[in-house]
T-cell receptor, first 116, second 111 residues
């Protein structure tokens, strides 16, 4: 149990376009979902925490108007990178936990974004 | 300032030996700490969680220790195998809201 999927697994887009990444918890209800970004050979950097039905909490330095997060249901959260630029190219990973303050996060397989 | 360090960026060991990875932190007070494994191009996979009141936790060939005085966790893989080659990340609980990850140690187990 505790499987998290992400779609798409990789995406290439042109500069200026928007890209939506989906994160789904397949066999459990995820009250909280986290979005991370990981640059090559670096660790995961938390971008935002989203709770179902409420606005996401963004980490310092992350533009909420650029990285739109929607956690519309207990099994789905989406991250939209708006007006993407080459510097947004990265590995985006979501994770889900069963409740607020839950101890274990279950990670998705990640989405590789390349902006040309 | 807050900081999480993992002993080395890369660690090479011979198959069959014990790998020991270190996670040190500054200006955090985690109630618990976790270790994850990450393979290239994949999301992290949870391995072990250890709480601040636990000295040691084991799971098969894995052992984790947590010393809140030293502000350090050690992660051991005994009888290491080439399949254990991956990047290992420690993550600290951060005031019950989220987790902060260390930079990771890339372990290579040589046959």
């Amino acid at each position: 149990g505790a499987v998290v999927s992400q779609h798409p697994s990789r995406v290439i887009c042109k500069s200026g376009t928007s890209v939506k990444i989906e994160c789904r918890s397949l066999d459990f209800q995820a009250t909280t979902m986290f979005w991370y970004r990981q640059f090559p050979k670096q660790s995961l950097m938390l971008m935002a925490t989203s709770n179902e039905g409420s606005k996401a909490t963004y980490e310092q330095g992350v533009e909420k108007d650029k990285f739109l997060i929607n956690h519309a249901s207990l099994t789905l959260s989406t991250l939209t990178v708006t007006s993407a630029h080459p510097e947004d190219s990265s590995f985006y990973i979501c994770s889900a936990s069963r409740g607020q303050g839950a101890e274990t996060q279950y990670f998705g397989p990640g989405t590789r974004l390349l902006v040309l | 300032s807050q900081k999480i360090e993992q002993n080395s960026e890369a660690l090479n060991i011979q198959e069959g030996k014990t790998a020991t990875l270190t996670c040190n932190y500054t200006n955090y007070s985690p109630a618990y700490l976790q270790w994850y494994r990450q393979d290239p191009g994949r999301g992290p996979v949870f391995l072990l969680l250890i709480r601040e009141n636990e000295k040691e936790k084991r799971k098969e060939r894995l052992k984790v220790t947590f010393d809140t005085t030293l502000k350090q966790s050690l992660f051991h893989i005994t009888a290491s195998q080439p399949a254990d080659s991956a990047t290992y990340l420690c993550a600290l609980e951060n005031y019950g809201q989220n987790f902060v990850f260390g930079p990771g140690t890339r372990l290579s187990v040589l046959p």
